[in-house]
């Protein structure tokens, strides 16, 4: 039984060095080829699903290398062969209250952390600065609210990209990302302009829906400069898969510049773009 524990623990084991190890080969902000684990955090809580994610694994690992454990022993020691006796006995209070027992403190051990996580989550802490997606049928609409200027963001197509240098990601460069300052807590306001759609960002650990008639608000500090990606995770429509979201962390003296400049771009500036003329000539 102690070798079988043994073997039990290297296997899960190593199965928590292979997920971390992969987590850390991922890409900064995208999926990579071959990425095996949760996409690289960038904030805290991230860091935390990603922790509650091993922890997980390395239960989940335990419990079916032990149910696999017994499954071989009953099938080798008891097949109809190695023994055509079998016994008649049929209760045993131990065991019974053993895997009644165990189960649920194994579920106890899960809820605390779980909960303690939750409300991390939905607990918001003070924030430095507000940003308002609005969902789209099929881009996003970023409203700074302190600072009175909103502006669209929607996806690159193949040409536009192949301009740019490096050329950004397939699917998730958009023309106007959202940009916000490192190290400050951002609240996030999400609403459905039509439809629902979700604003998703795992690298922040942030899924939240997008629902007409109701803001939804959740929160990310980004702990590293760099752009990160998303994409909405609500099928929303035919273009739900070219409607996607680009953070730009930046330093907070590059956000006070990008914010000066972004006001004049985009005060002015509130014709609709012509996905949206697009998009209200089909919804008449
Ligand atoms: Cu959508």
């Not at 400069?225 to 409607?243: P, R």
Request: aromatic share 10%.
């Amino acid at each position: 039984m102690l070798a079988l524990l043994r073997v039990v623990a290297s296997a899960a084991l190593g199965l928590a060095v292979l997920t971390a190890g992969g987590a850390a080969r991922a890409g900064s902000g995208q999926p990579t080829s071959w990425q095996v684990g949760l996409q690289e955090s960038a904030a805290p809580v991230m860091d935390n699903l990603a922790a509650f994610h091993n922890f997980l694994l390395v239960i989940i690992t335990l419990i079916t290398a032990f149910v696999l454990a017994l499954l071989v022993i009953v099938i080798v020691k008891f097949n109809a062969r190695a023994n055509p006796m079998p016994t008649r006995t049929t209760h045993n209070t131990l065991l019974e209250v053993l895997w009644t027992v165990v189960p649920v403190a194994i579920l106890v051990v899960i809820a605390v952390p779980s909960f303690r996580l939750l409300f991390f989550q939905q607990d918001l802490p003070p924030a430095d600065l507000t940003v308002k997606a609005t969902g789209k049928q099929w881009y996003w609409t970023y409203s700074y609210p302190d600072s009175k200027f909103e502006f669209d963001s929607i996806m690159l197509q193949d040409k536009e990209r192949e301009k740019l240098q490096p050329v950004p990601p397939r699917l998730l460069a958009v023309d106007n990302a959202m940009v916000v300052p490192v190290n400050k807590v951002v609240r996030v306001q999400t609403i459905g302009a039509e439809v629902i759609h979700a604003f998703a960002v795992p690298s922040f650990g942030i899924k939240i829906d997008a629902i007409p008639g109701r803001l939804n608000e959740t929160w990310f500090k980004a702990t590293r400069e760099g752009i990160y990606y998303g994409q909405c995770s609500e099928l929303c429509g035919k273009d739900h898969a070219f409607m996607p979201i680009e953070v730009r962390v930046v330093s907070e003296q590059a956000f006070a510049a990008w914010l000066e400049e972004a006001k004049k771009k985009f005060a002015s500036d509130r014709t609709p773009g012509p996905a949206a003329i697009a998009a209200a000539g089909l919804a008449r």
